[in-house]
């Protein structure tokens, strides 16, 4: 699609990525990051993502870009994101798309001006919004203030939403999510 926003919804286990006006996300895959084992030049086409890693988990190292809702690490963070937008999105050029990322609100400051310093540098979008979760929940369902509660693979949080905004000072947040639930069960 010509210069539409490219959507990104980052978790710790699950990724959705798609165009903005489309009614379902064109990749949904697993976080994971596979660096190939026996090359020490790496191009873009050399990643895999998703479930591409888990088939062929002998050729690749496997790295977590995302860990407990945070960015572990940038250099694995943009590789995961230029391997989604070549393979995933098949959008050869990002410099004619703005970009919305959802980033989980307990991110500093400083990982958020880390990731819009590889947006705009490294991606050279035309636009970047640091969107968070709990209020595009809220836009999605045409609604602008509420509670959301979000509970994913690593973490459970609570965040209030007036008018549009988040108010980080009020939110709560739970270490505990799908993955700690299901290792009890087990």
Known sequence: MEHATLVIDI??????AGYGGESEPA????TILGKPRNSYEYSNNDFAVGSNV???AS???VRYPIENRLISDFDDFTCFLS??????????QINTHPILLTLSPFEPTSTKE????I????????????????EMVLYSSGITSGIVID??????????????????????KLDIGGRHVTDQIK
């Open 59 to 61: 050729q690749y190292s």
């Open 114 to 117: 880390t990731v819009l310093q």
């Open 54 to 56: 888990i088939k062929m």
């Open 151 to 172: 509970s994913g693979e690593a973490g459970t949080y609570a965040m209030p939403v007036f008018e549009c905004y988040s108010i980080p000072y009020y939110s709560g």
């Open 11 to 16: 978790g710790t286990s699950t990724t959705l």
């Open 27 to 30: 990749a949904i895959l697993s």
């Open 83 to 92: 391997t989604i937008f070549s393979q995933q999105l098949n959008c050869p």
């Open 119 to 134: 947006i705009m540098e490294t991606f050279k979008a035309p636009a970047f919004y640091p969107a968070s979760t709990a």
